[in-house]
């Protein structure tokens, strides 16, 4: 646990949590291995609002690896597309062509390769030294670098550096303990007329459909509009554009702000999580008679999405003790075991040769592509079900 102070605006949390969740996974990306599993246990996690800035966060210490982007994403043609768009959009609307544009948390350049159909110049930075040769080996700009307050973005050789004409933060911005300071970093590295796209998880997405298994250790921080609005414009930069993306994301332009920071709030909106308290208790005995119903016919159940969603709900319900494994079509997370509940992640063809009667489809905005996946691979002799907000649907 750490001090009980907002990681945004530095007040007092309070004492009081909004919620408290048992037996949740100690992280989402680093995944056990079968000789870690007699060590490795769920935690109890405090999720808080700030009483002066209203963000919503844990109370808890980062995850060690929070400077590092590990994603499965950008193997998914969804977010390929999504991804598309949003550059199209970026680039145009902001006159970029021909521009510097640097991606603050890169990973492996699953998101950076896509700039090479545009007529950008793109560079990337990454905590993670592994990552970073990945993204080299696909002929991308990447160098070892995290943007830390007070750090010149610049490669080792002196070959890339600032100022940049843009920037990119992909689902980076709710892992960090100082969300401030590393936007402060990008934004001292731009030029005047800088701009930027960041997408975080959406706590409204949450927060409507009822979504308790979407919180997870890594994500300190539960942004809404206003208060994502409120992080930015303290870092020094206005919110040109907002919008939702895939449903569950919350997507921002920005512009440095040569006029100064935001001004202290004094007021914010309280949030009503008595919806996720109850989404605990629904999903929870859909789940088990699921479960009751599968096992008096003789049945068995996968999961699919070894996703912080996948990983919460296999540990904090039934699922977790029933289901024989977890499928996903991430290579780096194949042949590891999910956190708290040890279930075993394997690749989409160990289906062949250990065939279940049923998949649970755990993976928010993904769910129809993957239902497509099996049906085509597996033959329509599967039954597949999904979790939709706070309930399940068979498909």
Not at 5 to 13: A, F, W
Not at 20 to 45: F, H, R
Not at 53 to 74: H, M, N, T, W
Request: aromatic share 8%; charged share 25%.
């Amino acid at each position: 646990m750490r001090d009980r102070i907002c990681i945004v605006c530095g007040r007092p949390l309070g004492e009081t949590p909004l919620m408290t969740l048992a037996d949740m996974p100690a992280s989402a990306q680093d995944i056990p291995v079968k000789e870690e599993l007699g060590e490795e246990q769920g935690i109890t996690l405090s999720l808080h609002q700030c009483q002066a800035c209203g963000l919503v966060q844990f109370d808890c210490e980062p995850v060690a690896y929070y400077k590092d982007v590990i994603r499965s994403g950008g193997f998914t043609t969804t977010m390929v597309n999504l991804r598309k768009r949003q550059y199209r959009h970026f680039i145009d609307r902001y006159h970029l062509e021909g521009k510097k544009l640097i991606e603050a948390g890169c990973g492996q350049g699953e998101f950076l390769g896509l700039l090479s159909d545009f007529p950008v110049k793109a560079y990337g930075i990454e905590n993670r030294e592994s990552l970073v040769r990945l993204a080299r080996e696909k002929g991308l700009t990447v160098w070892k670098q995290f943007a830390a307050e007070g750090e010149f973005l610049a490669s080792d050789d002196g070959s890339a550096s600032g100022p940049f004409d843009g920037f990119l933060s992909f689902n980076f911005l709710e892992h960090q303990p100082d969300p401030v300071g590393m936007l402060r970093c990008i934004a001292d590295n731009l030029s005047e007329e800088g701009v930027g796209l960041i997408t975080v998880p959406s706590l409204e997405y949450i927060l409507q459909y009822d979504g308790y298994y979407e919180l997870i250790r890594d994500h300190l921080a539960y942004y809404t509009f206003d208060t994502l609005r409120y992080a930015v414009e303290k870092a020094g930069f206005q919110v040109l554009e907002e919008e939702m993306i895939n449903r569950d994301t919350l997507s921002v332009i920005v512009k440095k702000n040569s006029a100064g920071q935001a001004k202290e709030r004094r007021t914010h909106t309280p949030v009503d999580i008595s919806g996720l308290k109850e989404s605990l208790d629904t999903i929870g005995r859909e789940l088990e008679a699921l479960t009751d119903g599968l096992k008096s016919q003789g049945k068995t159940l996968g999961i699919w999405g070894a996703s912080h969603q996948g990983f919460t709900l296999a540990s904090t319900t039934v699922i977790g003790r029933f289901a024989r494994y977890i499928i996903d079509s991430a290579p780096f997370k194949q042949g590891k075991y999910a956190p708290a509940s040890h279930l075993p992640i394997v690749p989409p063809d160990h289906y062949h040769m250990d065939p279940v009667d049923a998949i649970l489809i755990v993976a928010p905005g993904y769910t129809d592509e993957i239902a497509g996946i099996i049906q085509e691979r597996f033959g329509g002799n599967v039954e597949i079900l999904a979790l939709k907000s706070n309930h399940l649907e068979r498909i």
